[in-house]
């Protein structure tokens, strides 16, 4: 479990199920996610399953539930094993829940996990996979200091391939 100023991340639990499909099932938050449309039910439990699936991985691995101070789950975040072009990268991934837009959680977050990538991940870097629509994101890789190294084509969506040197 990782903690840091404002946030705690922690693994997913199945009773977590209800907060990842009130993200999975926001048409806002998954606007730039994936193919941008909601889940039904199954998809998010089959979602969630490939949540645990990544945390096999090991190396702290996977999407992690965010808890503020207050007790409250705001979003996920993580290091998340991706192939992009037939390559295996990681990423650093982050959603945060509508209601908690806006108060810096995913920059807390996306920083926090680049520091634990340079000291526990055996990769030369990270990258994000951003939508070209997705300022908000943009904004959050640019300040780990990413730059856009290609745009790919990726469930029909225009993304951007940021990526930094660890």
């Known amino acids: 479990m990782l903690q840091i100023n404002r946030l705690t991340f922690r693994p997913y639990h ?3 199920f209800p907060f990842l499909q009130s993200l999975l099932q926001d048409p806002e938050v998954v606007r730039f ?10 998809a998010c439990n089959d979602f969630l399953q490939w949540i645990y699936d990544t945390y096999k991985n090991g190396n702290g691995l996977g999407l992690q539930v965010l808890v503020n101070k207050q007790n409250e789950r705001v979003g ?8 992009v072009e037939g390559k295996n990268e990681i990423e650093i991934g982050y959603w945060i829940a509508k209601k908690h837009w ?10 926090a996990l680049f520091a634990f990538a340079r000291k526990n991940i055996e990769v030369d870097r990270v990258i994000s996979l951003i939508q070209r629509e997705n300022t908000a994101s943009r904004n959050v890789a640019e300040k780990l ?3 856009i190294e290609k745009e790919i084509i990726l ?8 990526s930094v040197q660890l």
């Open 14 to 16: 199945d009773n977590d």
């Open 33 to 42: 996610i994936g193919d941008g449309n909601v889940r039904d039910d199954k």
């Open 76 to 83: 996920h975040a993580g290091l998340v094993p991706q192939t």
């Open 102 to 111: 806006g108060k810096g959680y995913a920059t807390e977050a996306a920083l």
């Open 145 to 147: 200091m990413m730059k």
């Open 155 to 162: 469930k029909d969506k225009h993304v951007c391939v940021y």
